[in-house]
């Protein structure tokens, strides 16, 4: 192993360790807050998984200006020009604003129909309408901090999220142990002592209130770190609203593809939620309990997703193209071997990943043959995610767009709809649809990312 080649390394490492660390941790408290809905029953489990795609779907706003505004700031530090970076983190936050707070209108006014429309029966209605309307009150801080978050980590700053994270995630699981339960006696292990603990026993709406209270507040200080002077870019909130029309131009022309490609994928995944809750309630639990199992295989990816992002943007900021490139080759064979982990852990282990959340054999079983199809593709799919990262850090944003909508327009929908309704074979066949998707995504992936085009994406940092 060459110098250079150490060094890549030890750069990815740093700007990747805190953002896998930080992905972690949202894993893991993604798991006890399913375990926790799930000690429930099925239907409360249905209840929640149902809005999945619909709170993903919101998430993917988020990208717009999570990613557009990211690379301008990354490739703004990579040039010494911190006036701009500035200029830039501003300008994203400012039009993040507008665009989430007429999304936090139209999701509230439409809260009450949106569940019934992705497939909900009468036996997880109400619960669904009433999570997916208290979760609607933390957007606007909610997306604002992932804006937040993301500027954070384009300034190499990927510590401060990964801690935010922990506290959010930590003020999740209370919430949830107060909330979601009824008033009961817990016996402290290896004693016969037992303490009277007060819960609320809200269920579901409970569950609902501490994660939109704990990510508001997680949204609220991130962006509270960005304007209280302690980053290297120090922003003002005199300045909110003071738009520039070339960065606006900079942040959408980039940031437009990522957020089409994550709206693109989340419009399918309504239609593909409303095969899977065709196949009756205990495939809705078992299709969320298993995606939530899935997303422990690309915690390392998402971190070496990131760092490609950053260090691509900053090294072309500064004209390596070079390190660019090394860096995001790094990258990428970091995340194969990273997959390919992930994937024998999903193929050999999923009964057990499955029995963390349920008790329920038949919701076991059909999760099971879920992530054992998963399981094979993991490699590649956790090498899309990482060269879609090096791709957005070049600002060559539309090909993973392209890429989505192929994959999922023209191959899981149309798959996974033969594989249930003329193949008959459940969930199972709505997962084979996914395999397929996240296959040829990487192939599209792939081909642009070797052609190095991305190389010679125009660059502007200083305007």
Known sequence: MNIKTKKYLIDTFKVAIPS??????????????????????TVATAAVGINSTITWLVMAFSTLFAVGTTVQVAQSIGANNYKRAERAAINGLSSGLILFSSLFILLFTLSGYIPKFLGADVEILQGAVTYLRIWTLAIIPMLLGRVA?????????????????????????????????????????????????????????????????????????????????????????????????????HIFKTGAPATGQDLVTNFGQVLYQKMVASLGTIQIAAHHLATTAESISYMPASGFSVAATTLVAQSLGAGKKEDAEGLGRVCFLLSLLAGTFSGIMLYVFPRQLMSLFSGDLAVIEEGIGALRIIAFIQPVFSATIVLTGVLRGAGDTKIPLYAAIGGMWFVRLISAYIFINIFHLGLKGAWLGMLMDLGSRFLIVFYRYNKKDWLNAEVVVDD
């Open 149 to 249: 978050s993301s500027i954070l980590r384009g300034i190499g700053n990927t510590k401060i999220p990964m801690v935010v994270a922990f506290f959010v995630n930590i003020l999740n699981i209370i919430g949830n142990f107060f909330l979601i339960y009824k008033t009961r006696l817990i016996n402290i292990p290896l004693t016969n002592i037992n303490i009277k603990i007060w819960g609320a026993g809200l269920g579901v709406t409970g569950a609902a209130i501490s994660t939109s209270l704990s990510n508001a507040l997680g949204g609220f200080i991130m962006i509270y770190l960005l304007f209280n002077g302690s980053q290297v870019i120090k922003l003002e909130l005199k300045d909110l609203f003071k738009f520039e029309k070339v960065l606006q131009k």
């Open 20 to 41: 896998i660390i930080e992905h972690v941790a949202n894993v893991i408290v993604g798991f006890a807050d399913t375990i926790m809905v799930a000690t429930l029953g």
